[in-house]
């Protein structure tokens, strides 16, 4: 089970066991088949929790953004580990991630594309910590949506690891195109 050749969540070949990863917790580069791999994210999923290890990745459209992006609840915890684990968020009209905890760990990355005419890419973290530990990094061009409202001073972004907006600067506020707004 597992390992089809088209790297599509849509594609029950792809899981072990063969079948649909919609409300279930999913580990992404767990297996040794699918290290390094990249999978796609294909039509609009609600899954439990989301783990990518050992070098693999997961993007929100099977066209790099040019004609799809879809959107990922994530109604957990969200962990990017590894060297080369990612993460890649195309813009569109909702958000490309929507998760409730966000954890990008050593060697892992979250990259946001706003680059194609979609729109902005979008990562909403709802209802708490977005920690971006030591050697975690966060990129690219879009926006981070940090929505919960815990009524007293709560941390909810912990940056110990890098963040780049990939062009102009870094901004808290309405950003001019080609920055990183959270």
Same mark, same amino acid.
């Given at each position: 089970?597992?390992?089809?050749? *088209?790297?599509?969540?849509? #594609?029950?070949?792809?899981?072990?066991?063969?079948?649909?990863?919609?409300?279930?917790?999913?580990? &992404?580069?767990?297996?040794?088949?699918?290290?390094?791999?990249?999978?796609?994210?294909?039509?609009?999923? *609600?899954?439990?929790?989301?783990?990518?290890?050992?070098?693999?990745?997961?993007?929100?459209?099977?066209?790099?953004?040019?004609? #799809?992006?879809? $959107?990922?609840?994530?109604?957990?915890?969200?962990?990017?580990?590894?060297?080369?684990?990612?993460? &890649?968020?195309?813009?569109?009209?909702?958000?490309?991630? #929507?998760?409730?905890?966000? %954890? &990008?760990?050593?060697?892992?990355?979250?990259?946001?594309?706003?680059?194609?005419?979609?729109? %902005?890419?979008?990562?909403?973290?709802?209802?708490?910590?977005?920690?971006?530990? *030591?050697?975690?990094?966060?990129?690219?061009?879009?926006?981070?949506?940090? $929505?919960?409202?815990?009524?007293?001073?709560?941390?909810?972004?912990?940056?110990?690891? %890098?963040?780049?907006? *990939?062009?102009?600067?870094?901004?808290?506020? %309405?950003?001019?195109?080609?920055?990183?707004?959270?």
């Amino acid at each position: 089970a597992g390992n089809s050749a *088209s790297k599509l969540w849509d #594609d029950n070949g792809n899981w072990s066991p063969d079948g649909n990863p919609d409300g279930l917790d999913v580990f &992404i580069g767990n297996l040794a088949n699918a290290a390094n791999d990249r999978t796609l994210v294909d039509r609009f999923y *609600s899954i439990d929790s989301l783990t990518i290890t050992n070098g693999a990745d997961v993007v929100n459209s099977t066209t790099n953004g040019v004609s #799809d992006d879809f $959107e990922l609840i994530v109604n957990g915890a969200t962990t990017v580990s590894g060297n080369g684990s990612s993460i &890649i968020i195309y813009g569109g009209n909702s958000d490309g991630l #929507d998760t409730n905890t966000l %954890t &990008i760990n050593s060697g892992g990355t979250i990259i946001v594309n706003s680059t194609t005419n979609a729109g %902005t890419a979008v990562v909403e973290v709802d209802s708490g910590l977005f920690a971006i530990n *030591s050697g975690g990094t966060l990129t690219g061009t879009g926006r981070i949506d940090l $929505e919960d409202n815990p009524g007293v001073p709560t941390t909810l972004l912990r940056n110990d690891g %890098t963040i780049t907006a *990939s062009t102009s600067g870094f901004f808290l506020f %309405t950003p001019p195109a080609g920055t990183l707004r959270i």
